[in-house]
Nanobody, 125 residues
Framework: QVQLVESGGGLVQAGGSLRLSCAASGRLLSTYVMAWFLQAPGKEREFIAGISWSGGSTDYADSVKGRFTVSRDNAKNTVYLQMNGLKPEDTAVYYC??????????????????WGQGTQVTVSS
């Protein structure tokens, strides 16, 4: 069992940057595929970025491609989401998620068995 805790959210002006962190405890993250999802008010949770065990493969939703970067430091048991060029429409609760026993990076949230509690990101115009 792995426990995930996100941090780094907050209020930022449009065009600004934030770096979210997802720290894991309980098990080493090195055998988990990791992903970030967001849930905007009144909307479904959606995939925005994912990263493979080694960090060698990444995947991004079109809405964040070129602005967000997902990375991981397995030695620190932490995954990051660097968010640049933030827009008001990026305002949401951001969640990290973990998927074990497979090396396949997917976008389907039901494939991820472990979730953090979320961190709020608010982008003002």
């Amino acid at each position: 069992q792995v426990q995930l805790v996100e941090s780094g959210g907050g209020l930022v002006q449009a065009g600004g940057s934030l770096r979210l962190s997802c720290a894991a405890s309980g098990r080493l993250l090195s055998t988990y595929v990791m992903a970030w999802f967001l849930q905007a008010p009144g909307k479904e949770r959606e995939f925005i970025a994912g990263i493979s065990w080694s960090g060698g493969s990444t995947d991004y939703a079109d809405s964040v491609k070129g602005r967000f970067t997902v990375s991981r430091d397995n030695a620190k048991n932490t995954v990051y989401l660097q968010m640049n060029g933030l827009k008001p429409e990026d305002t949401a609760v951001y969640y990290c998620a973990a998927r074990r026993y497979t090396s396949v990076l997917v976008r389907t949230q039901s494939a991820y068995g472990y979730w953090g509690q979320g961190t709020q990101v608010t982008v003002s115009s």
